[in-house]
């Protein structure tokens, strides 16, 4: 194995710290990032912070997939059969993971206008895009499609989920909204709808027209893309939702 200089005998102007704060965060490489969090290397693999993070990354990378999808579900032991990474750095990985997710999440939402497809899946990103289970949620909207909740309804299993016209607007009730967007998520990444995914639309479009609250559109979210079923079918042609 090549040897990985330690994090002390690279010039400090090239060491991921001293980076972050001369030129800032979003400059620096993904390894050096994770080598921030997890602080030292493996002196028994002769690695730096630096490699010991590149180690990393290159065990979560399957085929084309970027390793913080997979990273961002991973558990203690997974990174722990990782040699050199012990507990307390899986800790330290975990934790910034984690703390990402609640910094992402903790955006001012009541600022977020949701005009278009785009915008609703980026708001369901986080809860939809990357997960490896089917989820189903809903976006919740004032009259001026102002963000007001973003509800998961329903974890299913790998392949499918199940939501009721009942559950979906229970919460939609809850909250107040005066129109809805819906979403699921294809965890093997496909944006094509199934006859189940249809059938499911077509039954909150109708539950839509009788309790007069519009259902805007219903999205499937898959590896870093999405579809609009509203783009895609003619169910709004067939069922016209209230003004």
């Known amino acids: 194995m090549s040897y990985s200089p330690r994090l002390q005998d690279i010039p400090a102007s090239e060491r991921p710290r001293e980076r972050l704060v001369e ?5 620096l490489s993904n390894a050096e990032l994770l080598a921030i969090l997890i602080g030292s290397g493996d002196r028994h693999q002769g ?39 012990g507990p307390a750095k899986a800790a330290q990985i ?35 895009m990357w997960q490896e289970q089917e989820r189903f949620a809903v976006l919740c ?15 299913g299993l790998a392949t499918e989920t199940l939501a009721h016209p009942r559950e979906v607007f229970r919460e939609v009730i809850k909250q107040g909204a005066a129109r809805i967007i819906i979403a699921h998520n294809h965890p093997s990444g496909s944006l094509e709808a199934s006859n ?8 909150l479009l109708q539950a839509a027209q009788i309790i007069g609250i519009p259902l805007m559109d219903h999205l499937i979210l898959g590896h870093d893309n999405f579809s609009s079923l509203r783009q ?9 939702q209230p003004e």
């Open 23 to 27: 030129i800032g965060a979003k400059y």
């Open 47 to 85: 690695l730096s912070a630096i490699g010991l993070a590149q180690l990393i990354l290159q065990t979560f990378s399957q085929g084309k997939r970027d390793p913080f999808d997979i990273l961002r579900s991973a558990n203690p032991q997974e990174l722990t059969n990782i040699q050199g990474v």
């Open 94 to 128: 975990l934790a910034g993971i984690e703390l990402g997710k609640r910094v992402f999440q903790a955006k001012p939402r009541e600022k977020v206008i949701i005009d278009s497809p785009e915008a609703a899946a980026i708001a369901l990103s986080n809860d939809l």
């Open 141 to 155: 909207l004032d009259v001026k499609n102002k963000l007001i909740a973003t509800k998961v309804i329903t974890i």
């Open 196 to 203: 189940t995914d249809l059938q499911l639309t077509e039954r």
């Open 232 to 240: 895609n079918c003619s169910l709004w042609d067939d069922y016209p």
